[in-house]
């Protein structure tokens, strides 16, 4: 169906909702506060932290038969990602006869909410965990809590309350959205791209406003490719979970942001034989699952990135585009060898992720040019991963500094040695000094002090905010000496330290 330009559809509760005349930045909560009325979606924090604001977005899944929600911090969305799907906030949990969801019927009887603040984020998260997971366990409860931040209640009632509600009829965890399905269908986005009479592309925007600027949500990446030719200054927009902080805290207003949320291609992952390959669209939570048998420390990582909300939303790409120093992916990827597909036009190129960053924040992404896939090679037999990430809180918390290292071992020496941090310089990176030291040795004859010197050989001591450089360089030396102790003790003959130095 063709869109109407300045026109956001979703579906809620039953209903199309037509969003007229909004700006392309407005947030999800702000529009379910301020204009439908919607107020027991709560605003925390405005960045993504708190989970006052959690919400259910739906999209028709595959087979076009149901609908897949994810959490969602609706601070940090913008209205015109909604385009196309539907929306659950606290409030559509309401039944017919006035009866409350089990989630909430048992914080009630189990004392599980005291100023009520939090309460209905924590009820959209345990609504959503409920919906995929009918018997969580008490590990899957407090995952699926991380989060929501309650500050008077404490969460022992909380955890409890969803054990009991998750022994209720089954239907009546289930969201009531029977009437939502025909009408995803019926707003349902172009899957082709449309094209004038020269032949030229032409991605209808969602929102155009006067000036010029737009909101745009094409279909395909030929559509993306073709747009950012024509707009090399648009900003792309995947997860929403850095641009949407950028317009709340720093009010960014970009001129033309080119969403990438409706491009199937980009939310798949392909495999070959011997490597992945992630689109740039897929979600961090897709990600997890998917390396979760081939690398659990890879895994363990990105369970313990942002929470539930953040996972599900914020994607691989965006996290290596971004390209904070403490960004939590790239180590693990460095060491694993990735590749990035970067697209410009019809052309595409092979870029190591070892050799994206030139500094702080700078990439070598020319105008126009964008990152269309990651390649992750799968595990080889013999080659060893390690990985860990080290914050002042176990979860929901940003890196202190975290760890990655991949190895194989050859007749007792470590050969092929990949090592690499955030959290040490301007960028995520590897450690080639450091690598040295480890190479062509047994791990049992690594020393603390090779590596301590290693490392002031390599970085810039700096103190930083979330700790001092004291701290982050003694955490760097130890978690490579932790990795290394669970290998067999052996000495290694002179032989191998050769070939494994070749
Ligand atoms: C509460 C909270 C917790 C967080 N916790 C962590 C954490 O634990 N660890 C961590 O590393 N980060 C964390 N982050 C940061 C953030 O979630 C990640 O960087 C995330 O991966 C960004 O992905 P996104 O899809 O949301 O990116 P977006 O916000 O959509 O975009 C981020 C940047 O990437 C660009 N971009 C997006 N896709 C592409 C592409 N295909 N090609 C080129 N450029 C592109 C965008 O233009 C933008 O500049 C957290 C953020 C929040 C708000
Ligand atoms: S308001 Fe705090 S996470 Fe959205
Ligand atoms: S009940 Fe007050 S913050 Fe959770």
Redesign the pocket.
Known sequence: MTQVTNTVRFVLDGKIIEAQGERRTTTVLDYLREHLQRSGTKEG?A???CGACVVLVGELNAAGTGVDYVPT?SC?QLLPTLDGKSLKTVESLQRPDGSLHPVQEALVSCHGSQCGFCTPGIVMSLAGLLQTVPAPSRNEITNALS?NLCRCTGYKPIVEATLVASQADATLLRLDDAADLSLLQEIRRASTPSYNLEGDIVVQPVVRTRKGNEFVSPATVTEVADYLLKHPQA????????????VNKQFARPEHIVY?GNVAE?KKIDETPTAWRIG??V??TAVEQKVAAAYPDFAEVLR????PP??S????????????P?????PCLMALGATLV?RRGEATRSVPLDAFYTGQKKNV?RAS????AIELPKPVPGRVFHAH?V?KRFD????AT?CALSYSLRQGVLADVKLAY?GLAPSPCRAPQLEAVLAGKAPADVTAQALDAAIAASFTARDGLRASWVYRALVARNLVLKFLQDEPASSPSPTAVKEALS
Request: negative net charge; hydrophobic residues 40%.
């Open positions: 924090c960045e993504g932290d911090n940090i989060g900003t792309l927009l995947a997860g929403s979970t850095e641009i949407g902080l950028q990438l980009l740039a669209q979600s961090l313990r990135f942002g929470s953040i996972r939303t914020a994607t691989l790409a965006g996290n290596i585009a971004n390209g904070s403490i960004g939590d992916s790239m970067l992404l040019e964008f990152i269309e990430k914050s929901q918390d940003i890196s975290c955030n």
